[in-house]
């Protein structure tokens, strides 16, 4: 019943920032999580950055100190504010949230995901 709608990705040169954002349709406050994940070409879906109800966050080793998630409750979005982009940081960036709102057991949802590219 989450549905998230991610926008903000493009094309940026090294150095740069983008702000993506993750809309979801119902109040993420009933997300015990909400988080960011990217998969580059040839590569495993990994672990970006990360953001529980409580507030509480964590991020990956590979962009701790130039992302920083964020979000605002009252538009039900998720953001992820990416500074000093890296060509390594090109992949396609996926929203994600846990809620177990909706189901018995939980369940994770995901976006469709937006495309950032980091390339001069």
């Known amino acids: 019943q989450v549905q998230l709608v991610e926008s903000g990705g493009g094309l940026v040169q090294p150095g740069g920032s983008l702000r993506l954002s993750c809309a979801a349709s119902v109040s993420i406050l009933r997300c015990n999580f909400m988080g960011w994940y990217r998969q580059a070409p040839g590569k495993e879906r990994e672990f970006v950055a990360g953001?529980?109800?409580?507030?509480?966050?964590n991020y990956a080793n590979s962009v701790k100190g130039r992302f920083t998630i964020s979000r605002d409750n009252t538009k039900n979005t998720v953001y992820l504010q990416m500074n000093s982009l890296k060509p390594e940081d090109t992949a396609v960036y996926y929203c994600?949230?846990?809620?177990?709102?909706?189901?018995?057991?939980?369940?994770?949802?995901w976006g469709q995901g937006t495309q950032v590219t980091v390339s001069s």
């Open positions: 953001i529980t109800r409580g507030g509480s966050t």
């Open positions: 994600n949230a846990y809620s177990d709102y909706y189901e018995v057991y939980g369940y994770d949802y």
